[in-house]
């Protein structure tokens, strides 16, 4: 399993290739219903969903950073023989991916065909404003290098990756108070990048608003010193 993403395929240009791991920004689309109450030091411990995933270390993983979130917003983790509060229950997923495949005679498209980048002045065809700290409303998700800067010539073949986080926290009586979504579409299904940002975006503005799905968008980790 891997993060949502889009790796161009072998018939893409090698440039393509070379900039896959250059580091941009992360889309995603978070859906939210909430009851939560006032954080005032609760209890929580968190589980897998899906029975299989508990005990790996790769969910342990994720679930330091979901223990991280609920820690830095006023909710405590359960300690050992203590009884919780609340159970956050949490399951990730990337798909096989979609083909997808788009033409051109020239540079026409150029880089800011259906996508948000900053350096074409907003959102080009999709445009849409800003919604709250680090949300925008507009579809289909950012790549600026996808086609490169000047667009493309002939057939491109990429492959399109849609990731999700489902986060679902209930009282320890059973009373849901938080129900979750987070997706994403990229060009890797690297789920080591994905979940990690897909929490990210879970978090961003929690518990949010319910009812209320927005873009979030999360920027990619500032470069260390000396690089």
Not at 8 to 24: F, I, K, N, S
Not at 28 to 41: D, N
Not at 184 to 199: E, R
Request: net charge positive.
């Amino acid at each position: 399993m891997s993060r949502i993403g889009s790796i161009v395929r072998a018939t893409a240009p090698l440039a393509l290739l070379a900039v896959g791991g250059c580091a941009q920004n992360f889309d995603a689309k978070v859906s939210r219903f909430q009851q939560m109450p006032a954080a005032q030091g609760q209890t929580f411990a968190i589980k897998a969903a899906d029975p299989k995933l508990d005990g790996g270390l790769e969910f342990a993983n994720y679930a330091q950073l979901i223990s991280s979130k609920l820690s830095q917003v006023g909710y405590r983790p359960v300690a050992s023989g203590e009884a919780p509060n609340l159970v956050v229950s949490v399951n990730y997923d990337v798909d096989k991916g979609r083909e997808k495949v788009r033409s051109s005679s020239g540079g026409g498209f150029g880089r800011c065909f259906g996508y948000y980048d900053p350096w074409c002045g907003g959102f080009g065809y999709w445009g849409h404003p800003y919604r709250g700290r680090f949300s925008g409303f507009y579809p289909g998700f950012y790549d600026p290098f996808l086609f490169g800067p000047g667009g493309f010539d002939g057939v491109e073949s990429y492959t399109v990756y849609t990731s999700e986080l489902d986060m679902k926290i209930e009282r320890t009586g059973g009373e849901r108070v938080f129900e979750g979504k987070a997706q994403a579409q990229s060009l890797n299904d690297n789920l080591t990048y994905l979940v990690p940002n897909l929490i990210e975006a879970m978090f961003t503005g929690f518990p949010g608003s319910t009812g209320e799905t927005v873009k979030i968008t999360v920027p990619p980790p500032p470069k260390k010193s000396g690089r």
